[in-house]
């Protein structure tokens, strides 16, 4: 599968963006920098100005390569081809919200403060609602969706449990929406619901697996 030219150029012009702010936020940011905080909105964790700055636009390189290496070295090929399309706009939702992240991140630290939670919230609604497109659409593969031993070992128990994964998160992305209401609640509308979802799903496809044989 050939990832075309719009869907990698989206995240290298991301990337060269989080580069030019880092480099430009250098000189007056702090030397220690928040980086990260807890279900309480407190900040609870901090780091050099040179790590808050960098990290993100070193580890968005590090996916970058990891994201347009899989399909090349996928086993299922033909697999994978019927859901590139949807495969290669998650990329863009993926690298999307890690920016988002590192803009509330250099915001923080310009010292205008304000509810992390809440402003977290649509970013990981947005990402779980398009991982239950992926899922609903992934056909079985070695890197993308729900890969037990009873889905890598069924293509009848792959597409039963993708079908049900997707819809549940979905789900899962529209009640992390509740986290901008009820933001002392985000532990268990983003946590709560995607860890239940994961035990659910897997669960599932071992029942499903043993129904067949």
Request: hydrophobic share 55%; charged share 10%.
């Amino acid at each position: 599968m050939k990832i075309n030219k719009i869907s990698v150029a989206f995240p290298i012009i991301l990337i060269i963006i989080s580069f030019f702010i880092a480099i430009y936020f250098y000189p007056v940011f702090p030397d220690q920098v928040t980086t990260h905080w807890g279900i309480d909105n407190q900040a609870n964790g901090y780091s050099s100005k040179a790590f808050g700055l960098f990290f993100m636009p070193v580890l968005s390189v590090f996916l970058f390569f990891l994201f347009i290496s899989l399909p090349k070295i996928e086993p299922y090929k033909k697999n994978f081809d019927q859901f590139k399309n949807h495969f290669q706009n998650f990329i863009n939702i993926v690298f999307a919200f890690l920016f988002y992240v590192y803009l509330l991140t250099i915001i923080w630290n310009l010292d205008f403060h304000f509810n992390m939670i809440q402003f977290l919230s649509p970013g990981f609604a947005v990402l779980f609602y398009y991982a239950g497109v992926l899922t609903s659409h992934a056909k079985r593969n070695w890197f993308v969706g729900i890969r037990t031993p009873w889905t890598m070992s069924s293509e009848l128990v792959w597409d039963k449990t993708h079908q049900l994964g997707g819809k549940l998160f979905k789900l899962t992305g529209l009640i992390s929406l509740l986290s901008l209401l009820f933001p002392n609640l985000a532990i268990f509308f983003i946590l709560v619901s995607v860890l239940f979802v994961t035990v659910f799903i897997f669960v599932y496809s071992y029942l499903e697996y043993k129904k067949i044989n």
